[in-house]
């Protein structure tokens, strides 16, 4: 197998845990200066003068110093440059727990509306920028993420050169994780669980929900109700896959769609402030693997309760 090369180290430091963006320069490229190549990919989205304004002010940064309007374009070459701040994001009033830190990772309890990694318009507000701000940890990065709206067990690694190796737990599903939702408590439904639901997700950019069609399966979950009280069900879910948004559609297709999702089984309309009250109904609650570097078993988990079944009645329950 042919690993990718890592880029080397950026010039530009952090700004409030978010690292700038990086541009390496197309192979095939046939543009007679950087300049050129930027004004082509980010011109009509940075805006009419921008571009040339960034240059002359040195925003944009090679591994050897500052990028001119004039510098000749190198094929395979590197750029960096930091974007530009927007307006402030809300501050989600919530704190990110740490469950374990040691050298080479950090296990976080992310509550819900807390983005993991930077992403649209959640960059300082995400766990990540978080995490590397509070624990002065600027190298930290994800070992994978977890929806914003999905509060729960997230692994971060503070050792950039072990990122692979628990990336890799992930992408070889050696790592076990458990989740537990709050739905409502239908009789006929909750009679065929357990259950293991398999289905085709797919997921079109642009598009907020996800969905399901005929075909070859590519998502996995089982599913079963650990109890019931005051018409809510409290379900423990485990996937096998990670399709986005997978639970959230199989509990959906089982007509057991997650309270609080403003998703399934209707798209909710845009605009409204979030209700910080009335939380997705699902939480990561553990995550378990065998570590790559010590060969220990580990298991994290959540101490978070869901809010619909600490109080039902706020839930309609």
Do not use: C
Request: aromatic share 6%; hydrophobic share 40%; net charge positive.
């Amino acid at each position: 197998m042919v690993r990718r090369k890592p880029a080397p180290v950026s010039p530009l430091p952090q700004r409030d845990g978010i690292d700038p963006v990086h541009v390496k320069l197309p192979l095939d490229g046939a543009w007679p200066t950087v300049r050129a190549y930027l004004e082509e990919r980010y011109g009509a989205a940075a805006g009419d003068g921008r571009i040339g304004a960034m240059l002359a002010a040195g925003e944009f940064v090679a591994a050897d110093g500052p990028v001119a309007a004039d510098t000749p374009y190198r094929p395979g070459g590197h750029v960096w440059f930091h974007r530009e701040p927007g307006p402030p994001e809300p501050v989600v009033p919530f704190p990110v727990e740490v469950l374990h830190r040691d050298e080479r990772i950090v296990v976080a309890d992310k509550p819900h509306f807390l983005a993991t990694t930077p992403r649209g318009s959640h960059a300082t507000e995400t766990a990540l920028a978080r995490l590397r701000r509070d624990l002065g940890l600027p190298r930290l990065s994800p070992a994978h993420r977890l929806d914003r709206l999905t509060a729960g067990v997230v692994l971060f690694v503070a050792d950039p050169a072990l990122r692979g190796a628990y990336q890799g737990l992930f992408e070889r599903r050696e790592a076990v994780k458990e989740y537990e939702a709050v739905a409502r408590y239908e009789e006929g439904a909750a009679a065929r669980l357990p259950a293991v639901v398999r289905s085709r997700i797919l997921k079109d950019r642009g598009r907020l929900d996800a969905y399901e069609v005929p075909g070859e399966p590519n998502a996995e979950s089982r599913i079963e109700l650990v109890e019931a009280r005051g018409g809510l069900g409290r379900y423990r879910l485990a996937p096998r896959t990670g399709r986005t948004h997978q639970l959230r559609v199989h509990m959906n297709g089982l007509g057991l769609p997650i309270l609080g999702d403003p998703l399934y089984p209707a798209v909710l309309g845009e605009g409204d402030p979030e209700d910080y009250r009335r939380p997705l109904q699902l939480l990561a609650r553990s995550l378990e693997f065998t570590d790559p570097v010590d060969g220990r078993r580990v298991r994290f988990t959540s101490g978070r309760v869901l809010a619909a079944w600490r109080d039902p009645a706020g839930w309609g329950g």
